[in-house]
């Protein structure tokens, strides 16, 4: 089932930062579990802050600068999940979450370039 909410991309960077969070409340109280789960909580929940960020924008500019962070923030994200699955939990949920982030890295990357390219258009470059 594919609803209107599916695609509105600050309310799916906002499920997958709450995801995350309890993905990381799950994983082994060690040394490295304590270390990854805090770089990949920081990386998540900032992807869906500066997309927040990019909505309020002062500028075409500004919206590019803020979804290009989100974008980078997402794969560091993808990469932090996958080290997640190798080496301290590999379940349904944890790949589910390798997947979406992939998705937004794509999503991401579409919407910085579109914006792009408009941006051109309206200059004449």
């Not at 609803?3 to 995801?19: H, K, L, M, P, S």
């Not at 869906?48 to 290009?68: C, L, P, Y």
């Amino acid at each position: 089932m594919r609803g209107e909410r599916e695609f509105d991309i600050q309310e799916r960077t906002f499920t997958f930062a709450v995801r995350i969070v309890k993905l990381v409340n799950r994983l082994p109280r060690t040394t490295a579990g304590f270390a990854i789960g805090r770089q990949v909580v920081r990386s998540a929940t900032s992807i869906g802050s500066n997309v927040q960020e990019a909505d309020a924008a002062e500028s075409k500019r500004d919206f590019i600068h803020k979804m290009s962070i989100a974008h980078k923030e997402a794969r560091e994200t993808r990469y932090w999940l996958r080290i997640v699955s190798a080496a301290l939990l590999d379940d349904d949920e944890v790949q589910a979450l390798i997947q979406e982030s992939d998705e937004l890295v794509r999503i991401l990357y579409a919407i910085v370039e579109n914006a792009r390219r408009s941006s051109r258009s309206k200059t004449g470059r």
